[in-house]
């Protein structure tokens, strides 16, 4: 390492000032896949969100839209795989982190592998259809030609009571829970 690069490094620790708040990146860019959730939310869709980002930028974000556009498929990874390889103009996601607020089910994880989406960062693990770990790992299994860098858990408990949050008020009012 030469005394350039080893100054340069230095100056990149964090500032004094985020060890008192010290809300990490992975927790940053989930607070905007939880904003896209609230989104979802609104529109009484069960409450899932996701945001892709390459170079600190979102390239693409998507909510769960499966109401709306009455499809089975629009889940909130998809639709945010969509518009960054619409953004990009390009399949490959070289660089990309996806965050999403709950553990992506097989569809999604199969197309994040397909897609060869680097890294992966959810929130709420999911016991009834979780991908990534739960019920299966197809983003890390080795019989396939991709393996994604998985963290899970970031920002779970949040993410978790947005959607426990949700079904409460679903079963309260009458509609049993769109589950
Ligand atoms: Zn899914």
Redesign the pocket.
């Known amino acids: 390492m030469t005394g350039r690069t080893a100054l340069r490094l230095r100056l990149r620790l964090p500032a004094p000032w985020s060890y008192i708040n010290p809300m990490t990146e992975d927790e940053r860019w989930m607070e905007s896949a939880l904003r896209e959730a609230e989104q979802a939310k609104k529109r009484k869709e069960v409450p899932v969100g996701a945001v892709i980002v390459h170079g600190g930028k979102i390239i693409g974000r998507g909510y769960n839209q499966i109401e709306l556009l009455q499809d089975p498929t629009a889940?909130a990874?998809?639709i945010a795989i969509t518009a960054a390889a619409a953004g990009l103009g390009s399949r490959r996601f070289d660089g990309c982190t996806l965050y999403v607020t709950l553990e992506?089910?097989a569809?999604?994880a199969g197309a994040i592998v397909l897609a060869r989406i680097p890294r992966l960062v959810f929130g709420a693990s999911d016991p009834k259809a979780g991908a990534c770990g739960t019920l299966f790992n197809i983003v890390q299994d080795a019989r396939l030609n991709h393996r994604v860098e998985l963290a899970g858990g970031i920002s779970g408990d949040q993410c978790g009571a947005l959607l426990s949050e949700f079904f409460a008020s679903m079963r309260q009012s009458g509609n049993g829970g769109k589950d």
Do not use: A, G, R, V
């Open positions: 889940h990874e998809m992506p089910c569809m999604c």
